[in-house]
């Protein structure tokens, strides 16, 4: 089971939108979340989504979900959007109880 | 409510010493979670606990030991630090019900080892 999300590093400026990727492989999907941590902090929940075609929305971003990865939208971002985003998927199974998290894309937005 | 919160939030040790982190949450969540953070390698699961007075090994669990003797309390022990172990640690717990809930995190705890 893996989570790979891209880019890394993200730099916008404001107003300019873009998307976010995050690609798993897991036996069989339970949920996907999104989470945004800022420095010094701890990860926010952000989305859950559990099924390909699922969309949710949130202020500027939405997540969208596929069978093999879920992007999130950043329309039109504020630089109080700059933030670090995580990706995790819960599998079915056994390992159902945990969380298997991405590196993260860490977000800047220029004023 | 407070949510979830840590105890402490910054520590230093010298290689050898041991010390505890304490996770408190006030939600009544059934699993709690405790999980280290470095640099580009994103959040990793070292133990958990699906109710009182049970634990299990994530995915790093060696050199800690965790207890929860109480529902709403998650201890992390490190009983002989090493630098390795110089990270941010934090904290989630969850709602019980498979799949319809999230992870709700504490603010970290910074620990240097040296």
């Known amino acids: ?111 | 409510n407070a949510g979830v919160t840590q105890t402490p939030k910054f520590r230093v040790l010298k290689t050898g010493q041991s010390m505890t982190l304490l996770c408190a949450q006030d939600m009544n969540h059934e699993y709690m979670y405790w999980y280290r953070q470095d640099p580009g390698m994103g959040l990793r699961l070292i133990h958990y606990s699906v109710g009182e007075g049970t634990t299990a090994k994530g995915e790093v669990p060696d050199g800690y030991n965790v207890s929860r003797l109480k529902k709403q309390n998650f201890l992390l022990g490190l009983e002989s630090a090493a630098p390795s172990q110089t990270s941010v640690y934090f904290c989630a717990s969850r709602y019980g019900a498979l799949g319809q809930s999230w992870q709700f995190f504490g603010p970290g705890t910074r620990l240097t080892v040296l």
């Open chain 1, 1 to 111: 089971d893996q989570v790979t999300q891209s880019p890394e590093a993200l730099r916008l400026q404001e107003g300019e939108s873009s998307s976010l990727n995050c690609s798993y492989t897991v036996s069989g999907l339970r949920g996907l979340f999104w989470y945004r941590q800022d420095p010094g902090k701890g990860p926010e929940f952000l989305f859950t989504l559990y099924s390909a075609g699922e969309e949710k929305e949130k202020e500027r971003l939405k997540a969208t979900l596929t069978k093999k990865e879920s992007f999130l939208h950043i329309t039109a971002p504020k630089p109080e959007d700059s933030a670090t985003y995580l990706c995790a998927v819960q599998a079915l199974g056994d390992s159902s109880y945990k969380l298997i998290f991405g590196s993260g894309t860490r977000l800047l937005v220029r004023p």
